[in-house]
């Protein structure tokens, strides 16, 4: 039965692309204007939406909105703010300095110094705050659990960091990453799934 009186609201292709388009600068405007809050905002969505897709791919009927909240709070408190900062500390390091060797420079010392500390805080994180352990559970798994993670942090995260310090604007680094964030979850989740490595399971 067809409802009369009720206005519909259908947007051609161009007028979608025109609506991003605008979204997108807005955001551009917030970046350069409120650097850090914006970088922390677009990481707290970016995580905590992240974990309701790993829920979905996991195959959850229902989904638990804990999990995705602390995780959110995670990247707004501590994921985009230490991308930030992080960030600025490189630029600084190597600064007025864009060449290849730059860029691998960038890369090798991301990937030893960044890399290595934020794989034990989300370590930590997820033991203390999300599944309430105590602390010498914690200390355990993160024996068991880090080495195997660590191993297959450097496996991707030098790909996105090298196409990061080579191709994306300063301003936009922490969203590129952010993003790929969200791939290596998946990552993590597909693994778990085919090896049972109860690593994977616990860093997702």
Known sequence: MRITGVPTVCLTSV?????LQ????????????????????????LAGSSDVLAQKLAGAKSL????PFFLALYGLLYGGPFGHFFHKLMDRIYAGRRDGKTVL???????LTSGPWNNFVILCYLGLVLERRPWSAVKSRIRSDYPFLQL????????????????????????VHNLAAVCWGT??????KTRQAPALKKAV
């Open 15 to 19: 007028e979608m692309a025109d609506v």
């Open 22 to 45: 605008q979204g997108w600068q807005k955001y551009l405007y917030a970046l350069q204007h409120y650097p850090l809050p914006t970088k922390a905002i677009t990481a707290g969505v």
């Open 64 to 67: 638990e909105f804990r999990r």
């Open 105 to 111: 420079k960038k890369v090798l010392t991301e990937q």
């Open 152 to 175: 297959n942090s450097w496996k991707f995260w030098p790909i996105v960091s090298l196409l990061n310090y080579r191709f994306a604007p300063p301003q936009l680094r922490v969203l």
């Open 187 to 192: 990552f993590l989740i597909f693994m778990s």
